[in-house]
Nanobody
Framework: HVQLVESGGGSVQAGGSLSLSCAAS????????MTWFRQAPGGEREGVAA???????SYAESVKGRFTISRDNAKNTLTLQMNNLKPEDTATYYC??????????????????????WGQGTQVTVS
């Protein structure tokens, strides 16, 4: 039974920080490309950051220099460290597994359609 469970969301003032975690189980996490997506009210679900199985990373332009994606394959955990948060970062954040991370090599993000597994999401509100 595949599960992705996000945690760490909350409310923070602009300029603050949050760290999101995603605990994975039921599949071979260490071999999967992992991506954080987010969806603001009324908006499309968009990629934020991705990390390949061997640790290569890529980011959306809007979060470069502020967000850091990382993974701990021994603990089956994905993390998104978010610093200098802005009101426009307000969204529900989802972790997802799937795709091949080819895009990461070129500095872009895997498409939503490539994802096999999704978490339930965690809310981030920046005011």
């Amino acid at each position: 039974h595949v599960q992705l469970v996000e945690s760490g969301g909350g409310s923070v003032q602009a300029g603050g920080s949050l760290s999101l975690s995603c605990a994975a189980s039921g599949y071979a996490f260490s071999s999967y490309c992992m991506t954080w997506f987010r969806q603001a009210p009324g908006g499309e679900r968009e990629g934020v950051a991705a990390i390949s199985s061997d640790g290569r990373t890529s980011y959306a332009e809007s979060v470069k220099g502020r967000f850091t994606i990382s993974r701990d394959n021994a603990k089956n955990t994905l993390t998104l460290q978010m610093n200098n948060l802005k009101p426009e970062d307000t969204a529900t954040y989802y972790c997802a597994g799937g795709g091949h991370c080819y895009e990461v090599r070129f500095g872009t993000l895997p498409p939503r359609a490539d994802m096999d597994h999704w978490g339930q999401g965690t809310q981030v509100t920046v005011s």
